[in-house]
């Protein structure tokens, strides 16, 4: 079993910072004398032939693709040479297994942008790791480092024995914040709402667990359409914020918020769905059963459409890395349709929206329109995290997220209980009681 020599090629104009987080990682992986920067080099060297002779004792390359890689290529006269590109060319040229890790752009680069010794680069295998997702995408590439060495790490056994609270404790600890959480809600709704004065302390619960879910669901939706995609698709060694990345989290959020609103909608008694057509609105007779189930399965389908999108995907960058094919654009074209798909179902639930008061309207678009700024809460968090390398005693930044999330919750609970109450209560006479 060959024990992993690995060398970090890279531009200090360029992903400096990068390159030292990905040195520390795989040291901690793989051990210290394992991985080698340039920084490691001592002065009074010869240095060209010292990064030579280190890339010739390597036996895996890691290449770090930073915002200006391309662009750098050119800045190189033909009297001044270009330290990176000899390092990949010789990697290359001496059969080395590399690893292309692309830290600031949003794509590999295509064989018909990088100079002509080293085209052969687009076609390895990329890891995308931006920022917010750095840590999921230096798992993946430490695996298939060591998976190319077939080397397993000689702590993996106690790897078991490190872990934190047992699954029991964990679960005991979300229930107990959960039955929290709804009776919080359940008091402040009780306070907040008129309608609710006189209800049962069941009624309360109910609607406590009413809003909770519902502000999860508006609030939490989004941002975890865009954790998901993006993590999997950082595991898939996909890039994370392309074109098609985004168009995934649309079309997967959207799924999650219209149909999270489609059947709260369906939940009110005489409500009908009216499709939305240019120029006319189509009304449905009356508890037609099967009218619901095929916008039901309109909704899935959309959904289907995505998974089956993303499964698509792969194959067709790995088609479009060896044969140049254009394949990418379809595929964009497929998910842009599914998108208008999904605005179409949108533009339906608004068309069916029942007529508000004005007061309680005002409450209802507030709502609507605050539950999504938790979503920019959390990636504004992620994102601050890992551009600053916040740690635990951060607390300014902290106490800044947490006032801001205090805030959030009294907004939602305020306008949920003059809004959306109200109005099941106006639709349903007595139903609070």
């Known amino acids: 079993m060959p024990e992993p020599h690995i060398f970090i090629s ?15 990682r795989l040291q901690a992986r793989f051990g210290g004398d394992a991985v080698f920067i340039d920084r490691e080099l001592p002065s009074g060297i010869d240095w060209d032939a010292r ?3 280190r890339v010739h004792e390597a036996t895996a390359v890691v290449v770090l693709v930073g915002p200006r890689f391309i662009e750098l290529f050119a800045e190189h006269g033909p009297d001044e040479p270009d330290v990176m590109l000899a390092e990949i060319r010789e990697a290359l040229d001496s059969g080395k297994r590399v690893f292309p890790l692309v830290v600031g752009a949003p794509d590999m680069p295509p064989a018909s942008q990088l100079p002509a010794s080293i085209r052969r680069l687009a076609q390895q295998n990329a890891r995308f790791a931006p920022a917010q997702y750095f840590d999921t ?11 190319a060495h077939g080397w397993v790490a000689p702590d993996s056994g106690e790897a078991a024995e490190r872990g934190g609270l ?12 959960v039955s929290a959480s709804v009776a919080l809600a359940s008091a402040a709704l009780a306070w907040l709402a008129p309608a609710m004065e006189g209800a049962s302390a069941a009624r309360q619960v109910w609607h406590g667990l009413h809003y909770l879910l519902a502000t999860l669901l508006f609030g939490l939706g989004p941002y975890l359409s865009y954790w998901v995609v993006a993590e999997l698709r950082a595991r898939a060694g996909l890039p994370v914020f392309s074109l098609q990345g985004w168009l995934s989290v649309l079309i997967v959020g959207g799924n999650l918020v219209l149909g999270g609103a489609f059947l709260l909608l369906t939940s009110v008694p005489g409500w009908q769905m009216r499709p939305w057509w240019p120029g006319t609105r189509l009304a449905p007779a009356e508890g037609d059963a099967l009218y619901y189930a095929t916008l039901a399965g309109t909704l899935l389908a959309i959904a289907l459409g995505t998974v089956a999108l993303a499964l698509w995907e792969p194959v067709l960058r790995r088609a479009e890395r060896h044969h140049g094919t254009q394949a990418q654009w379809r595929l964009s074209a497929s998910s842009a349709l599914l998108l208008l798909a999904l605005l179409w179902f949108g533009g339906s639930l608004v068309n069916s929206v029942p007529d508000l008061d004005a007061a309680t309207s005002l409450s209802v678009v507030g709502y609507i329109a605050l539950c999504p700024t938790l979503s920019l809460l959390m990636v504004a968090w992620q994102a601050t995290k890992a551009q600053l390398g916040l740690g635990r005693d951060a607390w300014q930044v902290r106490g800044l997220f947490w006032l801001l999330g205090a805030l959030y919750v009294l907004c939602t609970l305020s306008l949920f209980a003059t809004g959306p109450l109200q109005q099941v209560w106006a639709i349903i006479p007595g139903y609070l009681n």
């Open 10 to 24: 890279y531009r200090r104009a360029d992903s400096e910072h990068a390159a030292l987080r990905v040195h520390e």
């Open 137 to 147: 995408a230096m798992e993946m590439l430490e695996r298939d480092i060591a998976a």
């Open 166 to 177: 047992p699954t029991w404790a964990r679960v005991s600890l979300l229930l107990a914040g």
């Open 51 to 53: 990064l030579h002779e």
